[in-house]
């Protein structure tokens, strides 16, 4: 509901516009804020800064709330594929058979990769960090579609979307052969989206690759939860580059580099390299515990604490009801799981992490998993990027026919005010 927001500065009284989202949260319209008073709203890491309205995904952190168009992640990570859920980001709604087989067969009709790329894994050396690779390998793909570059082109737009879903699952598996010297295997079109993958991952040309349906279903869910997450540090990312009117390669390209961050995206990684560590120590998360708690040591729980959910994250309680069973399927006997489970148990009684809010998160027990399914350490945080894939092209595309303005932040300059050059000889 709209309403007015007065602010008393000084002398001045202001009031300024305030909107409500259709699930209730409020904020007040700051643009004419610097006009009508001389100030800006200072706040680093848009900690309380909403960019931009959005009708894609709510989250209520108070209550571990996610919802994707409306839908409840539980509800789509069990009756809806990655495919369908892709469509529902991008499209807005949850595709007829019709419409997804439309969807699906553009996507897959997208697969492969042109055969020059391959030689961007060759030269690349072959210890590359794979989300180094897959950053460089999507910004190339601009050079290789300049058929489908312009933002503005509706054709171009779903060219590029297609091609870009269909094309990101080859190009990390295409490097992950590369880096084991092993020879590529191509998309095989009769599949689908993540058996495809697991097939390009870890098919062999001298044997037929006999796809696990119930492997396969297990990280299509992976990618579902992962699919969005509103306004992230790289969806974020994607928004400012895409408001410049870059091409969908690029601002993709701006995602992938932020969510290699060990704070974001690259959490996964650094969960099960924590977790090998606490292992390798002896076992003991209490020891762990009391280190994260000491803010001299620099030492966080990795897998712990969000910005938005101060309740457990509704996807970490999927993976975590979920992870047993999954290891249990594929007969794998992990000793970071009892890790896991025992510093969860710890860092939730303890009062450091209550007091904080601090639970588990989508990274804490989606390596495992992960590990589970044969995918490197290394590779996690391409996983998770293949799922938020469809989010960031939504949020993307959802920026642009808004017509938002270029994102250009202001800032409080605390530098030195005017001086001289002094010349070298005399400094
Ligand atoms: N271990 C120990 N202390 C923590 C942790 C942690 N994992 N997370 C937050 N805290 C403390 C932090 O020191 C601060 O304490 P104090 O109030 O005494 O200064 C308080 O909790 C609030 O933390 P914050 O850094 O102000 O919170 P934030 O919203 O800026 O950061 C976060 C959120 C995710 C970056 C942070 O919780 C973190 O570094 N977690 C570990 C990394 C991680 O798991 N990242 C994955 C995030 S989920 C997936 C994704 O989005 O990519």
């Given at each position: ?134 950053s460089?390998?999507v910004s190339a793909l601009a050079t ?5 570059l312009?933002p ?8 590029s979307?297609?091609?870009l ?72 990312a994607v928004?400012v580059v895409g408001s410049s009117q870059a091409n969908l390669y690029a601002s993709v390209t701006s995602g992938i580099c ?134 960031w092209?939504?949020?993307w ?31």
């Amino acid at each position: 509901m709209a309403g007015t927001a007065n602010l008393n500065l000084g002398d001045k009284s202001v009031d300024f516009a305030t909107t409500q989202g259709s699930e209730g949260e409020k904020a007040i319209l700051i643009k004419p804020f610097r006009q009508a008073t001389g100030y800006v709203a200072l706040d680093p890491g848009f900690v309380n800064t909403a960019s931009c309205e959005s009708s894609i995904t709510f989250i209520n952190g108070e209550e571990g709330v996610l919802h994707y168009r409306g839908y409840p992640i539980a509800d789509l990570v069990e009756n809806t594929s990655f495919l369908e859920v892709a469509h529902l980001l991008i499209e807005g709604h949850l595709p007829t058979q019709e419409e997804y087989e439309g969807f699906k067969n553009s996507i897959t009709y997208h697969t492969l990769l042109h055969e020059n790329l391959k030689r961007l894994f060759e030269l690349v050396p072959t210890d590359a960090h794979p989300m180094s690779v897959l950053s460089a390998a999507v910004s190339a793909l601009a050079t290789f579609y300049q058929d489908s570059l312009d933002p503005m082109n509706e054709d171009q737009v779903r060219l590029s979307i297609h091609r870009l879903i269909g094309k990101l699952p080859t190009i990390a598996a295409f490097h992950y052969k590369r880096s084991r010297g092993q020879a590529y295997i191509y998309p095989d079109n009769r599949l689908d989206y993540a058996a495809n993958f697991m097939k390009m991952m870890f098919g062999f040309h001298t044997e037929p690759y006999e796809v696990d349906e119930e492997v396969a279903r297990i990280l299509d869910q992976l990618l579902i939860l992962h699919a969005d997450h509103e306004q992230n540090c790289s969806t974020t990312a994607v928004r400012v580059v895409g408001s410049s009117q870059a091409n969908l390669y690029a601002s993709v390209t701006s995602g992938i580099c932020a969510l290699s961050g060990p704070l974001h995206g690259g959490a996964n990684q650094a969960v099960l390299e924590m977790l090998q560590t606490i292992h390798d120590d002896g076992g003991d998360v209490q020891k762990f515990v009391e280190l994260a708690r000491d803010k001299t040591s620099g030492f966080r729980l990795m897998g712990f604490g969000h910005r938005v959910y101060k309740a457990y994250d509704p996807r970490a309680h999927f993976l975590q009801q979920k992870v047993e069973v999954v290891l249990r399927k594929l007969k794998v006997n992990d000793p970071l799981l009892n890790i896991a489970r025992k510093l969860e148990e710890v860092a939730l009684s303890d009062s450091y992490f209550k007091d904080r809010n601090l639970y588990p998160n989508v990274d804490f027990y989606s390596g495992i998993i992960y590990r589970a399914l044969g995918i490197p350490v290394n590779m996690f945080t391409v996983m998770f990027a293949l799922g938020r894939l469809p989010g960031w092209i939504a949020q993307w595309k959802e920026n642009l026919e808004k017509g938002y303005p270029i994102c250009r932040p202001r800032q409080i300059y605390t530098g030195e005010t005017m001086r001289k050059v002094i010349p070298m000889s005399e400094r």
